[in-house]
């Protein structure tokens, strides 16, 4: 089959395999091209097959030697269609680690679910005895509480107040108005539910009662605050509601961990586009702006350089952890630096449909996303032959 990138609505409904490889290929690159980092050893990372939480898994085994378990919930190919990047790039990247000498096991499931949990806990049972990180790095859209069988669905929508703002399609270049209407009390609740941080605390009371968690336990979970311009949508929307549970959970879950000495925390990361932020309305473009003001000030990081940066300066930095005042990492300092808002404020009022390349970073930002799904690697013949099910 001859695989070209296929998106709607900036979603990407294929993957390349010898793509998905490469761009895998590339991380760990940048990954070995840097010093070791004396970071975890034993380490789950749920959330695993793309954006942070791929990063994550590849900074732990590359720069700190680290045993991983991927936990991701991903489609595998067949004859005549393609798999999720997510599938390919954890095949891909179980095929670096151990040709590496690092083990690696991949689950594939929901992270919800008490079968994957059950299936998670055997392998460290019968593998690693125990594990001293866990990343948790989910960005899903619904969640069956395992509880009662009930089916949670998240939404990104205000809360108050309709927001509206600009928003691109970013294959088409079309810039238009978007309106979001806002949220009802149960949707903020079932977003919450699904994107909250009741199922991290989970899986950490699940290794807790197993005796899996090694002295020492370290524990992190992503949130994002963002700039005036997102604001009403996501700090102030469901989404943040979620990330507010969340960054509370962190707190809930130090509480539980001082049985093993343990740390619960939550890095604030950078605007970065992955399959999950390319959905939300207004967001992509205020990326696209974010790009281009921070590559002119050679500020610019992707997934594998945040990542490898929250480890070496922060995490696993011989100084003192850097924190904020609600005790959070904030990964996206650079980000909200005043002089690179000040400039995207300025240009959000400018950029519109004649001006968007000129003022938005909009072919990095399509180069990237397409790459999140194995399209526009160099070196790759994409007009090979390849087998959908090849991994
Ligand atoms: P992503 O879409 O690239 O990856 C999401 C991961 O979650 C995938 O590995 C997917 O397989 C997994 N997943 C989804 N549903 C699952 C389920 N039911 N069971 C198991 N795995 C499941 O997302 P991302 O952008 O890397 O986001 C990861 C986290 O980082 C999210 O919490 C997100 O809010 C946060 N974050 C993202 C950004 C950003 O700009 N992308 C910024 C700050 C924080």
Known sequence: MIINPRIRQNICINAHPVGCAAQVRAQINYVRDRAKIEGPKKVLIIGASNGYGLAARIVSAFASDAATIGLAFEKPGSARRTATAGWYNTEAF???AETAG???????????????????????????????????????PRRIDPATGEIYSSVIKPIGDPFTAKTVDFLSGV???????????EQIVHTIKVMGGEDWMLWVERLLANNFLARGFQTVAFSYIGSEQTRPLYRDGTIGA????????????????TAVEGNALISVNKALITRAS?????????????????????????????????????????????????SRVRLDDWEMRPDVQNKIRNLWQLVDQDNLSELADIKGLREEFLRHHGFGMVGIDYSADVQPDLL
């Open 242 to 257: 979620a990330k507010k549970d969340l960054e509370q959970k962190a707190k809930d879950i130090n509480r539980m961990l």
């Open 102 to 140: 690092l083990p690696a096991w991949n689950v594939n499931g929901d992270a919800f679910s008490e079968e994957t949990k059950s299936e998670t806990m055997a392998i460290i049972k019968d593998r690693l005895g125990q594990v001293d990180f866990l990343i948790y790095s989910i960005a899903a």
């Open 175 to 185: 810039v238009s108005q978007v309106t979001a209407e806002p949220a009802t009390e």
């Open 94 to 96: 179980r095929h670096e």
């Open 278 to 326: 390319a959905v939300i309305p207004a967001v992509p473009l205020y990326i696209a702006l974010l790009y281009r003001v921070m590559k002119a000030k050679k500020l610019h990081e992707g997934c594998i350089q945040q990542i490898h940066r929250l480890y070496q300066d922060f995490l696993f930095s011989e100084d003192v952890l850097k924190l904020d005042a609600r």
